[in-house]
């Protein structure tokens, strides 16, 4: 340890929320009637061909993930802040939860018409890729862990069946060019690229 270095203060905080800088999911599930719901989606890790989702228990997103055991991991850049931005307000689940209703919920059967996207199919799962992302990992749910103590959120490990990406991302035909790659970022509830704040969503405090 660097023993001249000067050790900065620190305080102990009860923070409402940890989104403290996670890339923005739209996962994409699929209706009992054939339809695609969107839930957007700020918290997840990956780990080889695994990627772990937190998902709340109370939208239909989560329903369809118990019934499906399929979803798309749409991942968006930031250029795209402002369509995930058009679905925060809305749920696919009907009639609204009661927790959500309380924070200004509102019931929206289209979210791709919501968010002014648009449906591409997929090719090993039923759920269809969100053509604007430029990351649309297909995969299939292997386990879903509801917590004792936390019940309104669930533990989701996905399996990665196909990564789809746009071509100008690419070097050569596998690699992700990250000078190229900007993906939206939600931190402490508003949005950011790896640059300016970009803008933040309803729900922000500040």
């Not at 996670?22 to 339809?35: F, H, K, M, Q, Y």
């Not at 919920?105 to 289209?110: L, N, V």
């Not at 090993?124 to 309104?152: M, S, T």
Request: charged letters at 25%; glycine letters at 6%; hydrophobic letters at 35%.
């Amino acid at each position: 340890m660097n023993e001249s270095a000067e050790v900065p203060n620190t305080l102990v905080i009860t923070p409402s929320i940890l989104y403290y800088g996670t890339p923005v999911l739209l996962l994409t599930t699929r209706n009992e009637d054939g339809t695609v719901n969107i839930t957007p989606l700020s918290s997840s890790w990956a780990l080889g061909d695994r990627v772990v989702l937190g998902l709340g228990t109370s939208g239909q997103g989560f329903e369809n993930v118990q019934r499906e055991r399929e979803v798309v991991l749409n991942i968006p850049d930031a250029s795209l802040w402002r369509h995930v931005e058009r679905l925060a307000p809305y749920t696919g689940k009907t009639p609204v939860p009661e927790a959500k209703r309380r924070i200004g919920f509102q019931y929206e059967p289209d979210k791709f018409g919501q968010a002014d996207l648009c449906p591409v199919p997929s090719s090993l799962v039923k759920p269809d890729r969100i053509a604007e992302c430029p990351l649309q990992i297909e995969a299939a749910v292997r386990h879903i862990r509801i917590p004792d103590d936390a019940p309104h959120f669930a533990i989701v490990e996905t399996e990665a069946l196909r990564v789809h990406a746009h071509a100008d991302l690419l070097i050569g035909d596998r690699h992700i060019d990250p000078t190229q790659w900007q993906p939206l970022i939600y931190n402490f509830r508003h949005y950011y690229g790896l640059g300016e704040a970009l803008g933040k969503t309803f729900r922000a405090e500040r």
